[in-house]
Nanobody, 116 residues
Framework: QVQLVESGGGLVQAGGSLRLSCAAS????????VGWYRQVPGKQRELVAG???????NYADSVKGRFTISRDIAKNTVYLQMNSLKPDDTAVYYC??????????WGQGTQVTVSS
């Protein structure tokens, strides 16, 4: 069974950068969608950045121009580069993959805290 392991979260000052990583436990194919979501207590999980199998990307309005999603197929890893971080970006971030072969998979979540 494919598992997703996230890393890269932490505490950063406003204006700083972090790069989140989401590594799959093994290579798999027929990926339809990879995405990063975030959630704060009391609110629904929201899509921050997504990338379809054909390479198209989409971003939440609040992160456009600051966050970039990318994928390294050789390393079975999806990244979220986050620049110009703001206190409002504080949340638990989750990676998500949908594949025809394995269905939906979520990472365990990684905490990002941005101090003002």
């Amino acid at each position: 069974q494919v598992q997703l392991v996230e890393s890269g979260g932490g505490l950063v000052q406003a204006g700083g950068s972090l790069r989140l990583s989401c590594a799959a436990s093994r290579r798999f194919f027929s990926i339809n969608f990879v995405g990063w979501y975030r959630q704060v207590p009391g609110k629904q999980r929201e899509l921050v950045a997504g990338r379809t199998g054909d390479g198209s990307t989409n971003y939440a309005d609040s992160v456009k121009g600051r966050f970039t999603i990318s994928r390294d197929i050789a390393k079975n890893t999806v990244y979220l580069q986050m620049n110009s971080l703001k206190p409002d970006d504080t949340a638990v971030y989750y990676c998500f993959i949908n594949s025809d072969l394995i269905g939906d998979r979520w990472g365990q979540g990684t905490q990002v805290t941005v101090s003002s």
